[in-house]
């Protein structure tokens, strides 16, 4: 679990936690947001979605961009748990993730998720995606 | 809903390379084109002899099941792993590096899944990452229809298919 502060002193952004087992991916999601050219507060990572719990127990967290296939914990499962805490209920959802599949959206219907999004996808995608949630808060 | 049959070699690798070229298009700021079996033996028979290489394969179950493995030249691997995560290759580790070609072969396969079987739910395993011989490389291209060569930023990719029978009772 790391935490990168993006935005300077003074300067105001959601927190974002980034969820997915490859740490070369968070990385080139947490990339592609910093150049999003939204303002942004910390950053987040997590492996799994157990790792991504116990961040959420701790941390403020405004945005939440998790993968879905992943071991010991699931980003469907990760979902269910947030979907079930009242507290968490505030905090935008966008899955990220190689399955597009029809069954695979509609394992994720009524959980709240705001966007899905799916892999590869263009940098100026996720640039869109910071812009129109950031816009809607 | 099953599909009727699982994906023959020619119908798969085609669409597995259009899965290529969309990676590298979209997060790999790559050109990725299919080449035939001639130019491939080319482009293979023009890299260094000892070059190390990696095969990252990523296993996937549903109405079929098989495997997709992607083969390429360390180094390539390395560029690639820089231009996705916006750093010089040489600031990646061969872990990061493994990491990437992982994530590439994930990447490949379920974009080809959701474009040819959208309608259909497939469970992919976690990539598999390891070196593969040189002497091995040619070999791979022997394989009956069932491995593609791709040149990406003029660098040879073997992308193979691995495709079992339909699973019983789907």
Known sequence: ?????????????????????????????????ALAGTPLGTIFEAANGREALAILEQHPVQFVFTDLAMPVMTGTELLR????????????????????SDSRRHEVDGLSVSVYVEKPFRPEEMRDVLTSLTTAR | MSS????????????????????????????????DASRTAGLLQARPPAEAWLTAAVAFTGPFEGVVRVTLPGPLAGDLAGAFCG????????????????????MVCGRWLTQTHRRERFELAAPVVGGTAPADIAALTGRDGGTLGIVVNDAPVLVGLTAAHPVAGA
Do not use: H, Y
């Open chain 1, 1 to 33: 679990m790391t935490g990168e502060p993006i935005a300077g002193p003074g300067q105001a952004g959601p927190n974002i936690l980034i969820v997915d087992d490859s740490a070369i991916m968070r990385t080139m999601i947490k990339r592609v947001a």
């Open chain 1, 81 to 100: 748990e947030m979907q079930a805490r009242d507290q968490w209920r505030g905090i935008v959802r966008v899955v990220i993730t190689t399955d597009g």
């Open chain 2, 4 to 35: 009727p049959r699982s994906p023959q070699p020619a119908d798969g690798l085609a669409a597995l390379g259009d899965a290529v070229r969309q990676v590298a298009e979209a997060s790999l700021f790559a050109c990725a084109e299919p080449c």
């Open chain 2, 87 to 106: 750093t010089q290759p040489d600031a990646l580790d061969a872990a990061q590096v493994a990491d990437f070609a992982g994530e590439l072969a994930n």
